[in-house]
């Protein structure tokens, strides 16, 4: 079955820092999805990519969609403390939607 | 506009007892879905519904039932709660990009 890897587990930056998390898929993906999930809160939806080698930015934040629609990566540029929580990518390929484990950012002032 | 509503917010059980966790959208759509989260294994899917009258089995939902009310409501139920099922429970709904909207989650201990 379909499967979505992203790693790493856990990143710990200085403020100041970049960060970067990365998702890799078993197939070929549809689109996928990127979430951020404060410490207690709930997951909240940031982007989506659609297309072949997509490119989105959001202030600070990068998102892009492999050439090959498997694979994508969350940068983020001078991190804050405000950054900090847990990133997670979803694929989604043939009406199915897998979430990885998920990237714990902390950001130590 | 709520969003997806859940109700309630804490619950402490004890073992063998039942309990039911409600869940509700006001985006019209039709896909909801019920996660749990655990220290360090993500989201992992309990049961979802493609569409009003249907459900279906996620990844672990043994010791779980549901019901899908009606379009707007999608409930979940513990029939005989075990300590295994400690965990933070988040009711989501997807509508027609993919894009799911996640609900504050209830905070679920059984002792």
């Known amino acids: 079955g379909q499967q979505v890897m992203q790693i790493p587990q856990y990143q710990h930056v200085q403020e100041g820092e970049d960060f970067t998390t990365y998702c890799n898929s078993s197939t070929t993906l549809s689109n996928i999805q990127w979430y951020k999930q404060r410490p207690g809160g709930h997951p909240v939806f940031l982007i989506q990519?659609?297309?072949?080698?997509e490119v989105k930015k959001q202030k600070r934040l990068t998102f892009q969609f492999g050439e090959a629609k498997k694979n994508s990566s969350l940068h983020i540029t001078a991190t804050q403390t405000t950054d900090v929580g847990t990133y997670f990518c979803?694929?989604?390929?043939?009406?199915?939607?897998?979430f990885g484990k998920g990237t714990l950012l902390t950001v130590n002032p | 506009n709520a969003g997806v509503t859940q109700t309630p917010k804490f619950q402490v059980l004890k073992t063998g007892q039942s309990m039911t966790l409600q869940c509700a959208q006001d985006m019209n759509h039709n896909s909801m879905y019920w996660y749990r989260q655990d220290p360090g294994m993500g989201l992992r899917l309990i049961y979802y519904?493609?569409?009003?009258?249907?459900?279906d089995k996620g990844e672990v939902p043994n010791g779980y039932n549901v019901s899908r009310l009606n379009k707007r409501e999608f409930s979940l139920r513990l029939e005989s709660a075990a300590p295994s099922q400690t965990s933070v429970y988040f009711c989501a709904s997807r509508g027609r990009t993919d894009t799911q909207y996640f609900g504050p989650g209830t905070r679920l201990t059984v002792l």
């Open positions: 979803e694929g989604g390929s043939n009406y199915k939607l897998t």
């Open positions: 519904s493609a569409s009003e009258g249907t459900t």
């Open positions: 990519l659609v297309k072949s080698g």
